[in-house]
């Protein structure tokens, strides 16, 4: 019996040494696969890289020159209109402001008038 119990432990020892031998193979199996894949990929990329990097610098200057570059124009037409609509605010304000001091200055002759005139009248009274 102690030499079938002996037997049989010598028997699953090597029955898992023999599986761990095989996970061990299939993981280096794996890992060989896995760099040569990254290999190829790294070869392809740089194969690649600088058609990808033409083709996106070229879709780069299309785009700038259809729809950037005439909107340039859209924009730079309604600066020019916005700065036209200020210098017209600006000169109505300037009108505004040179009328209200006309006013100010009109009223204030009158009221100098006035005061001049009932000086006057003040002194053709006293005497």
């Known amino acids: 019996m102690f030499f079938f119990c002996f037997f049989s432990e ?3 020892k090597t029955s898992k040494d023999d599986d761990e031998e095989e996970e061990e193979e299939k993981s280096e199996r794996s890992i060989s696969l896995i760099r040569s894949v990254l290999y190829v990929l790294e070869r392809m990329i740089q194969k ?6 033409f083709l996106i610098a070229t879709t780069a200057l299309g785009f700038q020159i259809t729809v950037l570059y005439p909107w340039h124009y859209e924009l730079q037409q309604e600066f020019n209109d916005l700065q036209k609509q200020q210098e ?10 040179m009328q209200t001091i006309k006013n100010i200055e009109s009223n204030l002759l009158k009221l100098r008038r006035e005061k001049t005139n009932e000086k006057a009248n003040a002194q053709r009274i006293t005497h």
């Open 10 to 12: 010598q028997v699953n």
């Open 48 to 53: 690649y890289l600088p058609f990808v990097n």
């Open 88 to 97: 017209e605010k600006l000169r109505q304000y300037h009108e505004l402001k």
